[in-house]
């Protein structure tokens, strides 16, 4: 059975987040897409919140997509270093923020690691 591959997971994490952050947010995001969402978002309060929060989906879709394609063309350089973002990102944020998603990105930045050295 072959391994799944890690930016696969990345993108359903993506897309996890995007689903919890319009669930979460529904009401602020609604807010600001009534008041034009143009210079809707101050630099605190809960309209950043939301706003950074989803802003992470789509970023995090990419980058999955991006290590896919290093998946795929066997560009091993470019899985450890997305494997050590991950896992230190995940790490930092799940220290800072026990409650949320961030051990995901801990655990497959470590799973990433360990397939790239083992090449």
Not at 21 to 41: E, I, K, N, S
Not at 57 to 76: F, I
Not at 100 to 109: I, K, N, R, Y
Request: positive net charge; charged residues 15%.
């Amino acid at each position: 059975m072959p391994r799944p591959s890690v930016g696969k997971l990345l993108q359903v994490v993506a897309i996890g987040h995007g689903v919890i952050g319009a669930v979460q947010y529904r009401d602020t995001l609604a807010g600001m897409v009534r008041g034009g969402l143009v210079a809707t978002v101050p630099e605190r309060g809960d309209r950043a919140a939301a706003f950074w929060f989803m802003t992470a989906a789509p970023a995090l879709w990419m980058g999955g997509r991006l290590l896919r394609s290093a998946e795929e063309h066997g560009d091993l350089a470019a899985q450890r270093a997305t494997g050590a973002t991950l896992l230190a990102v995940g790490a930092l944020g799940a220290a800072a923020m026990p409650k949320g998603g961030f051990p995901a990105l801990a655990g497959l930045g470590g799973v990433l690691l360990r397939r790239a050295w083992r090449g």
